[in-house]
């Protein structure tokens, strides 16, 4: 590894591979399911995971994201084939986002706010390791749904339950 970009490079392309066998196996009949009313329904997470990788550029490209400045909505998803199509997308986006940069950006600050009130600022190196993270945080949690459904989970680190 020669630098902290390749690094963050080469978990994208490993959390990817993850990511995709995950998502592969959520289903369409279920999209609609959620284990709590707090909970978000099964597509709201998946969708959630699959649109992460696409805050890469955003932290590479932009110095801050202010919520009051924009119209967030979750991308519509109405299938498991739109949702490994817009995961597929963000993942190039993320990959290019990190081909293009170097270094030299991640002590850069970068903040999240909503208008006035500054929730966070940090080095942009932190922050994609936050995005990585996230990652990872919100495919576990996609695995804990597919549990309930009585889904056979992927191995993650190796293999899993479900898996001889």
Do not use: C
Not at 4 to 13: A, C, E, G, M, T
Not at 58 to 66: G, P
Not at 82 to 108: C, H, M, T, W
Not at 116 to 144: C, D, N, W, Y
Request: net charge negative.
């Amino acid at each position: 590894m020669n630098s902290i970009i390749q690094y963050f490079q080469n978990q994208l392309q490993e959390e990817s591979a993850t990511t995709r066998k995950m998502l592969e196996r959520v289903p369409t009949e279920k999209l609609d399911w959620q284990p709590h009313p707090k909970s978000m329904s099964l597509v709201r997470l998946a969708t959630h995971v699959a649109e992460i990788p696409n805050w890469i550029p955003m932290v590479t490209e932009m110095d801050e994201l202010d919520f009051s400045k924009g119209n967030y909505a979750p991308q519509p998803i109405s299938s498991n084939k739109d949702l490994l199509d817009y995961f597929e997308k963000n993942r190039i986006d993320g990959k290019a986002a990190l081909e293009k940069v170097s270094d030299d950006i991640l002590e850069q600050p970068w903040s999240m706010r909503n208008g006035e009130e500054i929730f966070f600022t940090l080095p942009k190196g932190e922050v994609l390791r936050m995005t990585l993270s996230q990652i990872i945080h919100h495919r576990a949690q996609l695995g804990v749904y597919l549990r309930l459904l009585d889904i056979p989970i992927p191995g993650t680190y190796g293999p899993s339950a479900d898996e001889a």
